[in-house]
């Protein structure tokens, strides 16, 4: 049987923000994994409150966020953790951004898939623009070897990345060589408010359509 690590990388600026990770791990935890959460060293008085703090990882300063004039502060998180699944035996690694909910029955299939497939990695489009349509970065799934052996760590270089090109267009071109497959369903940067019906995640939103998609896709 493989051995899957779910992780998302977070920084909790306010209560909400908080609450909204903590259906993260829980739901997290209802898909069967080993799950990992990279904090960028959020204030103590939010961190304190996450469930199962022995699967958080928290580093001893914050580097900032590309998009605010600081450095690749999501960048050093998400390497941290595909360096993680490699250096314990993990045979697949799963992101999923930790202001993002995924569907359990339907995400459960979609890993199951993957888990028995040779896709190197799955993920979704994001569509910022008519002429721009970059991976989804804050869902994506890789088989471990391939991020080991394809140097993936390394290429993406978090310590040299400046504001452009975006995360989500260098992971692009890194992988553009190699095939990604995308996933049956699609989810829904909602941007507040909207409709979940069918969908296989939701982002961008707060907590009362979290909650709401949480408990609709137990």
């Known amino acids: 049987m493989s051995k899957t690590l779910i992780f998302g990388t977070v920084y909790l600026y306010d209560q909400e923000m908080t609450d909204i990770v903590n259906l993260w791990i829980d739901r997290a935890v209802s898909l069967g994994k080993d799950f990992l959460l990279v904090d960028s060293n959020s204030p103590e008085h939010y961190r304190n409150q996450l469930k199962h703090q022995d699967s958080i990882h928290s580093f001893d300063d914050n580097i900032g966020h590309l998009s605010k004039n600081g450095r690749d502060g999501w960048g050093r998180a998400f390497c941290y953790a595909l360096q993680y699944a490699i250096d314990n035996d993990y045979d697949n690694v799963i992101h999923i951004e930790s202001d993002m909910l995924v569907a359990t029955k339907e995400f459960k299939q979609e890993m199951e898939k993957f888990e028995l497939g040779y896709v190197y990695m799955v993920?979704?489009?994001?569509?910022?623009?008519?002429?721009?349509?970059?991976?989804?970065?804050?869902?994506?799934?890789?088989?471990?070897?391939?991020?080991?052996?394809?140097?993936?760590?390394?290429?993406?270089?978090?310590?040299?990345?400046?504001?452009?090109?975006?995360?989500?267009?260098?992971?692009?071109?890194?992988?553009?060589?190699?095939?990604?497959?995308?996933?049956?369903?699609?989810g829904k940067r909602l941007n507040g408010s909207g409709d979940i019906e069918g969908l296989l995640y939701v982002t961008h939103t707060g907590y009362t359509t979290m909650k709401r998609f949480y408990e609709k896709t137990k």
């Not at 623009?129 to 991976?135: D, G, K, L, N």
């Not at 970065?137 to 471990?144: H, P, Y």
């Not at 692009?172 to 699609?186: M, Q, T, V």
């Open 123 to 186: 993920s979704s489009p994001f569509c910022y623009s008519i002429h721009t349509c970059p991976i989804e970065t804050g869902l994506m799934m890789f088989k471990t070897k391939w991020v080991q052996d394809f140097n993936f760590i390394k290429k993406y270089d978090w310590e040299t990345t400046t504001r452009l090109p975006r995360p989500e267009e260098r992971i692009d071109k890194i992988c553009e060589d190699f095939h990604c497959s995308f996933f049956d369903k699609k």
